[in-house]
């Protein structure tokens, strides 16, 4: 048997076995471990194992992933999530379609702290849909804007999800962090912009609301998510003039955000450090552990040359390389809807990253259209998770299919980011270009 036949098996047993519930991390070690063995032998796949292994979780590079779930978890328990959608209320609420359009604004500025999108669904969900279905919003537009909305954490800096295709494409972090803060705000802009377009054309979906808020309460409303604001700024600020390294960044973070939840707690009892910590922890290994054995999986591929055979195939062929840019967009959105974002980027980037750069497009502007395409493929119908997120927190007060049934104008507000992606490549990759190293 030929080593590009291996290959073709392995992949074959790789998605085999993720679609018979065996865990993504434990399929993809098996599967490249097992590979690596019959390609090169016992030896030679054990020493890649731990070379590997020793290469992750020894960096000081990739200390930011747990600096950055840390100081999301503080931000959680600091109750800041409840203070920004307060404050986006009251600057939104008036709007057409105010409340879903304050969740979108709110859970961007939370996402920035959190970087987690199923964290920023599920407590939007508790926050934002029992205040939107008691104004007579409809169920459908309330629950696919808290979907669409929980993604951002993923785009806008710091993004833990920018951190791992760093990782797994040995790209700079500091540059990804920064490519999605332009992107992650133009998004947000269009997602509050297909709530609006929605609701003006069906104004039964989301009634005005009757109370108005003086400019002195708006204004005092930004006290409570001042100090978050200020410290998101100056994380972008710190990266892009070359002040601290990301790492550096996600720890001064964690630790304003651990003030601020001892100050909201008036102590440490009410922090609950024991539990962040072993949150972090529990987290921080999960995605280690992904990218561990997705980078022996990774091996495997390349030892079988099969990647390379792919990439070669797609390279040459005689068609626009936008039409494989197109098909690469395609397999993410399939398989967006079946696996989180982590795993996804574990078991795609050994095949489409080369693809891409030899295609001759950026490696950061890469990162920031396939972290979108993630974000696209959570609220994606059958299966996106994000929307399973939204129905679990909701309990009874929505059904699944109405979260599905609101998505169309975020999935076309999604498709139009991509677009301007493709035609103006510059907005992500301008301040990347023109940050201090």
Not at 25 to 45: E, S
Not at 424 to 436: D, H, S
Request: with cysteine; net charge neutral.
């Amino acid at each position: 048997m030929d080593e590009l036949t291996i290959g073709v098996i392995g992949v074959v047993a790789l998605f085999l076995t993720i679609l018979s519930g065996v865990n993504v991390m434990i399929a993809l070690g098996i599967v490249g471990m097992v590979g690596l063995y019959f390609l090169a032998g016992f030896n030679a796949a054990s020493s890649t194992l731990s070379s590997i292994f020793f290469t992750v979780t020894y960096s000081f590079h990739f200390s930011v992933v747990p600096m950055f779930l840390l100081m999301g978890y503080f931000a959680m328990r600091a109750g800041i999530g409840r203070d920004l959608f307060e404050a986006a209320t009251r600057w939104f609420g008036r709007l057409p379609g105010g409340l879903a359009i304050a969740t979108t604004g709110g859970a961007a500025a939370f996402g920035a702290a959190s970087g987690s999108s199923v964290g920023t669904a599920t407590l939007f969900t508790k926050l934002a849909l029992p205040q939107m279905l008691d104004r007579g919003y409809s169920k459908s537009l309330a629950s696919a804007s808290i979907a669409i909305s929980g993604t951002l954490a993923v785009m806008i800096p710091p993004s833990a999800l920018m951190v791992v295709y760093g990782i797994l494409t040995d790209s700079s972090i500091g540059q990804l962090l920064l490519a999605g803060a332009i992107p992650g705000a133009i998004f947000t802009v269009l997602i509050a912009l297909a709530t609006l377009i929605t609701v003006l054309i069906k104004p039964e979906l989301a009634p005005r609301i009757d109370f108005r808020y003086t400019w002195r309460e708006k204004f005092a409303s930004l006290r409570l998510v001042g100090p978050l604001v200020l410290v998101i700024v100056a994380i972008i600020g710190g990266l892009y003039g070359g002040i601290f390294t990301p790492t550096e960044a996600g720890a001064i973070g964690a630790l304003v955000t651990f003030f601020m939840a001892v100050i909201r707690h008036r102590g440490l009892r009410g922090v609950r450090l024991t539990g962040v910590l072993l949150d972090t922890v529990q987290t921080t290994a999960m995605i280690f552990g992904i990218i561990i054995c997705a980078l022996v999986f990774s091996r495997f591929l390349a030892f079988s040359g099969l990647s390379q055979y792919i990439s070669d195939f797609l390279i040459n062929a005689d068609v626009n390389r936008w039409v494989i840019v197109a098909i690469i967009a395609g397999l993410y959105i399939l398989l967006g809807m079946m696996m989180d974002a982590p795993a996804l980027l574990a078991i795609t980037l050994p095949v489409t990253y080369p693809i891409m750069i030899n295609l001759g497009f950026d490696p950061i502007w890469f990162g920031v259209f396939v972290v979108l395409l993630c974000e696209l493929g959570a609220v994606t119908p059958p299966v996106g998770i994000n929307c399973f997120v939204v129905k679990g927190a909701a309990g009874k007060l929505i059904e699944l299919e109405d979260v599905f049934r609101g998505l169309l104008p975020y999935i076309i507000a999604c498709l139009v980011m991509l677009l301007i992606l493709c035609f103006f490549p510059q907005i992500a990759l301008y301040l990347p270009e023109t940050m201090r190293r």
